[in-house]
């Protein structure tokens, strides 16, 4: 696997190796070596490879077979497509549903954000940066109908040139412009503004200007291509991309000479090694799939730079600085024969992903595909189908004979519904009646549909479509029927996943740990939360949650809401703090339980109690001298609440006995009024008598002061 950054193409000068010119292998001897492997593993796709791929491809279109006969059927059958179909809406859901079919695992406890935030970065990278549901849909089917898929991941600086229109500007805005080293003024048009009533020289007026600019903005871009199969090639001996024993890989497309320029080559000298043809145009593989395109030559005339080439993207392990040990290194050649080269240069490694759905021992690679397990039912099927047709045609329209000179051929040989036929004697035409023999060979397709099922696990009851096999068998019946189609399709998913999606991830965190220099906000469990790739760890461990055996969703919701209702028990008996079960392991199973119902946020439902902030820590226990002080103080403190009350009830009594004392003394001297009025019949001076009242009044009040003093003082 490549281990750091894959830089798509680049370079300025052509022929020259980046390396410097000394203790070096010869340039004449280094190409011979590059080309030679190059011719080896070109002789091995096209002359052996590519022949099997395109008439796998032949057969999932139903091409006709080439051995058909005028006037009879010529039906193909399509039980290759019809499985491949079949199979590829269950790895796509496997593989693009809410679950995290691959994450990274942290090395250490600290890592345990990284590890979360760089499988939710690299996922979004790959789904949303690039067209990853596309991606994964062509390479899938390429593996079930060819046996293989090869991805290309790489880093790549795009540049971007926009075109804006400005009018009127005056010099300074001009000047800022022309100070911006990604603008380009393409056109200008100045103009004086001419100010009346001034004798100013034409030279001295202010100008406005009108410009036409191209601003050029280039960006790092972190791709994932699926590779058309005929344009990778590969060492025949190797036992896997990632295997030692790789030591060569190419990527050839064509190019023209506009595109190798965008990349930095200079192209000057190249025209002799372009052309206005296709290579491809007579590559097996690509005819199969391209029939339409097959020409040597292009009609109408081709400026210069949109004649092509063919590139070859090279990494090798060769021992370049002569040192005994093979180093690899990326090459770049032009040419069918990889005649001119463009570039040399040291590298990490290969940049390419192979998958492969059924690999074979010893052969990672992988030589089986679904065309391998289905080409001779299809071919028998169609045989037998042709037949059928056959039959059914000649006992519908059967075969007609006549008495020569007695009847008009032309008439005989219109098949209008109602033509007449002339005849000169009754009776000159018989027709030649053949029995519809058809039936007898329903069993036999029966038979080989049987077969196709026991070899692809891919069944009619699985898929809910044998209404006579799913009524008369029990519920546990059509449960195991269902399972073993999930369990055939999930250990495809499983290698597909451990084949190539692995390190297709790994290589991901790698090129984004290189390349990304800058923080990137992004989304997760509803928070944005800031990423700073580089501080990732790149030897994270990666693991593959597509199991085998686990069930449907529907399994696996029941299975998680029996969880939660135990995990509830728990909590709910012994408390938030058992030994067993805490409340995030709750949250997570609540997450799960909306992810597989297929909620990508659960948030939406659940506060994830570890992104709440702690709760402050408990005081500590107090010391018995503490107990004992704290206990002490609240006795005194007891006490002292008790004299309080004492002494407010002493003082609300003392108060009291003043008022009723004031209030005796106001009635005795009220009623002693009312006798000397009711004795003496005459009016009473009542001046002396308040004045002694007032006297009695303020002697009382003095009473009650003294008397809350001294209660006051105890």
């Given at each position: 696997?490549?281990?750091?950054?894959?830089?798509?193409?680049?370079?300025?000068?052509?022929?020259?190796?980046?390396?410097?010119?000394?203790?070096?292998?010869?340039?004449?001897?280094?190409?011979?070596?590059?080309?030679?492997?190059?011719?080896?593993?070109?002789?091995?796709?096209?002359?052996?490879?590519?022949?099997?791929?395109?008439?796998?491809?032949?057969?999932?279109?139903?091409?006709?077979?080439?051995?058909?006969?005028?006037?009879?059927?010529?039906?193909?059958?399509?039980?290759?497509?019809?499985?491949?179909?079949?199979?590829?809406?269950?790895?796509?859901?496997?593989?693009?549903?809410?679950?995290?079919?691959?994450?990274?695992?942290?090395?250490?406890?600290?890592?345990?954000?990284?590890?979360?935030?760089?499988?939710?970065?690299?996922?979004?990278?790959?789904?949303?940066?690039?067209?990853?549901?596309?991606?994964?849909?062509?390479?899938?089917?390429?593996?079930?109908?060819?046996?293989?898929?090869?991805?290309?991941?790489?880093?790549?600086?795009?540049?971007?040139?926009?075109?804006?229109?400005?009018?009127?500007?005056?010099?300074?805005?001009?000047?800022?412009?022309?100070?911006?080293?990604?603008?380009?003024?393409?056109?200008?048009?100045?103009?004086?503004?001419?100010?009346?009533?001034?004798?100013?020289?034409m030279e001295e007026l202010p100008m406005i200007h009108d410009l036409s600019i191209q601003k050029r903005t280039r960006e790092g871009q972190i791709k994932v291509e699926n590779l058309p199969p005929e344009e990778f090639l590969f060492n025949r001996r190797n036992k896997g991309l990632n295997d030692p024993t790789c030591d060569f890989v190419c990527h050839r497309r064509?190019?023209?000479?506009?595109?190798?320029?965008?990349?930095?080559?200079?192209?000057?000298?190249?025209?002799?090694?372009?052309?206005?043809?296709?290579?491809?145009?007579?590559?097996?593989?690509?005819?199969?799939?391209?029939?339409?395109?097959?020409?040597?030559?292009?009609?109408?005339?081709?400026?210069?730079?949109?004649?092509?080439?063919?590139?070859?993207?090279?990494?090798?392990?060769?021992?370049?600085?002569?040192?005994?040990?093979?180093?690899?290194?990326?090459?770049?050649?032009?040419?069918?024969?990889?005649?001119?080269?463009?570039?040399?240069?040291?590298?990490?490694?290969?940049?390419?992903?192979?998958?492969?759905?059924?690999?074979?021992?010893?052969d990672p690679l992988g030589s089986l595909s679904m065309w391998h397990m289905l080409r001779d039912i299809q071919r028998v099927k169609s045989s037998i189908l042709r037949s059928m047709l056959d039959s059914l045609s000649l006992s519908v329209h059967p075969r007609i004979s006549f008495v020569d000179g007695e009847v008009s051929v032309s008439d005989l040989m219109n098949?209008?519904?109602?033509?007449?036929?002339?005849?000169?004697?009754?009776?000159?035409?018989?027709?030649?009646?053949?029995?519809?023999?058809?039936?007898?060979?329903?069993?036999?397709?029966?038979?080989?549909?049987?077969?196709?099922?026991?070899?692809?696990?891919?069944?009619?009851?699985?898929?809910?479509?044998?209404?006579?096999?799913?009524?008369?068998?029990?519920?546990?019946?059509?449960?195991?029927?269902?399972?073993?189609?999930?369990?055939?399709?999930?250990?495809?998913?499983?290698?597909?996943?451990?084949?190539?999606?692995?390190?297709?991830?790994?290589?991901?965190?790698?090129?984004?740990?290189?390349?990304?220099?800058?923080?990137?906000?992004?989304?997760?469990?509803?928070?944005?939360?800031?990423?700073?790739?580089?501080?990732?760890?790149?030897?994270?461990?990666?693991?593959?949650?597509?199991?085998?055996?686990?069930?449907?969703?529907?399994?696996?919701?029941?299975?998680?809401?029996?969880?939660?209702?135990?995990?509830?028990?728990?909590?709910?008996?012994?408390?938030?703090?058992?030994?067993?079960?805490?409340?995030?392991?709750?949250?997570?199973?609540?997450?799960?339980?909306?992810?597989?119902?297929?909620?990508?946020?659960?948030?939406?439902?659940?506060?994830?109690?570890?992104?709440?902030?702690?709760?402050?820590?408990?005081?500590?226990?107090?010391?018995?001298?503490?107990?004992?002080?704290?206990?002490?103080?609240?006795?005194?403190?007891?006490?002292?609440?008790?004299?309080?009350?004492?002494?407010?009830?002493?003082?609300?009594?003392?108060?009291?006995?003043?008022?009723?004392?004031?209030?005796?003394?106001?009635?005795?001297?009220?009623?002693?009024?009312?006798?000397?009025?009711?004795?003496?019949?005459?009016?009473?001076?009542?001046?002396?008598?308040?004045?002694?009242?007032?006297?009695?009044?303020?002697?009382?009040?003095?009473?009650?002061?003294?008397?809350?003093?001294?209660?006051?003082?105890?």
């Amino acid at each position: 696997m490549p281990e750091e950054s894959y830089q798509e193409e680049g370079g300025t000068v052509t022929g020259a190796p980046s390396v410097p010119e000394e203790n070096v292998m010869p340039e004449d001897e280094f190409l011979g070596i590059v080309k030679s492997k190059l011719t080896d593993s070109r002789d091995f796709v096209d002359q052996w490879l590519s022949p099997d791929r395109a008439k796998a491809h032949e057969y999932y279109l139903s091409r006709e077979f080439g051995d058909e006969e005028t006037g009879r059927s010529q039906y193909v059958d399509s039980t290759l497509r019809d499985t491949v179909n079949s199979i590829l809406p269950s790895l796509l859901k496997i593989f693009f549903s809410s679950e995290r079919v691959v994450e990274f695992l942290p090395k250490h406890p600290e890592d345990v954000p990284f590890a979360e935030q760089a499988t939710e970065y690299c996922r979004w990278l790959f789904s949303q940066k690039n067209p990853g549901y596309m991606i994964l849909h062509s390479a899938f089917k390429d593996c079930l109908i060819k046996g293989n898929a090869f991805l290309k991941v790489y880093h790549e600086e795009v540049e971007d040139v926009t075109t804006h229109q400005y009018t009127g500007l005056d010099d300074d805005t001009v000047a800022s412009l022309m100070t911006d080293p990604d603008i380009e003024i393409s056109a200008i048009d100045s103009q004086p503004i001419e100010v009346a009533g001034a004798d100013v020289p034409m030279e001295e007026l202010p100008m406005i200007h009108d410009l036409s600019i191209q601003k050029r903005t280039r960006e790092g871009q972190i791709k994932v291509e699926n590779l058309p199969p005929e344009e990778f090639l590969f060492n025949r001996r190797n036992k896997g991309l990632n295997d030692p024993t790789c030591d060569f890989v190419c990527h050839r497309r064509i190019m023209t000479l506009s595109e190798l320029q965008s990349m930095g080559y200079d192209t000057e000298g190249l025209e002799e090694y372009a052309g206005d043809g296709f290579y491809f145009d007579t590559q097996e593989e690509f005819v199969s799939r391209r029939p339409e395109t097959q020409s040597d030559k292009e009609s109408g005339q081709i400026e210069t730079a949109g004649k092509r080439v063919l590139y070859h993207e090279i990494y090798a392990k060769i021992d370049f600085n002569q040192d005994g040990h093979q180093e690899w290194r990326r090459i770049c050649l032009i040419g069918e024969e990889g005649d001119h080269l463009l570039m040399n240069e040291p590298c990490d490694g290969h940049p390419f992903i192979a998958l492969t759905p059924f690999p074979e021992p010893h052969d990672p690679l992988g030589s089986l595909s679904m065309w391998h397990m289905l080409r001779d039912i299809q071919r028998v099927k169609s045989s037998i189908l042709r037949s059928m047709l056959d039959s059914l045609s000649l006992s519908v329209h059967p075969r007609i004979s006549f008495v020569d000179g007695e009847v008009s051929v032309s008439d005989l040989m219109n098949n209008s519904v109602g033509a007449l036929v002339r005849m000169r004697t009754p009776g000159s035409i018989q027709p030649l009646n053949v029995p519809y023999v058809g039936q007898a060979a329903e069993g036999v397709l029966r038979y080989f549909d049987s077969v196709r099922e026991e070899r692809t696990g891919i069944t009619k009851a699985a898929a809910g479509l044998d209404p006579e096999v799913l009524q008369s068998a029990t519920r546990q019946a059509v449960n195991n029927t269902i399972t073993q189609s999930q369990e055939k399709i999930g250990l495809i998913a499983r290698t597909l996943a451990e084949t190539g999606i692995k390190d297709l991830f790994r290589t991901l965190l790698k090129l984004v740990v290189t390349h990304q220099d800058q923080p990137t906000v992004l989304r997760l469990r509803n928070n944005w939360v800031p990423m700073q790739p580089q501080s990732w760890d790149t030897s994270m461990d990666v693991q593959v949650n597509v199991g085998l055996g686990a069930g449907d969703e529907a399994f696996k919701l029941s299975m998680l809401q029996a969880i939660s209702a135990k995990q509830e028990q728990i909590l709910q008996t012994v408390g938030p703090d058992n030994p067993l079960v805490d409340v995030g392991q709750l949250y997570n199973t609540y997450a799960k339980m909306a992810e597989i119902a297929g909620y990508k946020d659960p948030s939406q439902f659940f506060k994830d109690p570890r992104l709440e902030p702690p709760k402050p820590p408990a005081p500590p226990e107090p010391s018995p001298e503490e107990l004992l002080a704290d206990v002490q103080r609240q006795q005194i403190q007891a006490q002292m609440q008790i004299e309080a009350s004492k002494l407010a009830l002493a003082t609300d009594k003392a108060q009291t006995d003043a008022v009723l004392k004031q209030s005796e003394l106001e009635t005795d001297a009220a009623l002693k009024m009312a006798e000397l009025k009711a004795k003496y019949h005459t009016q009473i001076d009542t001046t002396e008598l308040r004045g002694m009242l007032d006297t009695q009044r303020e002697l009382v009040r003095q009473q009650g002061l003294l008397e809350s003093a001294r209660i006051n003082k105890r």
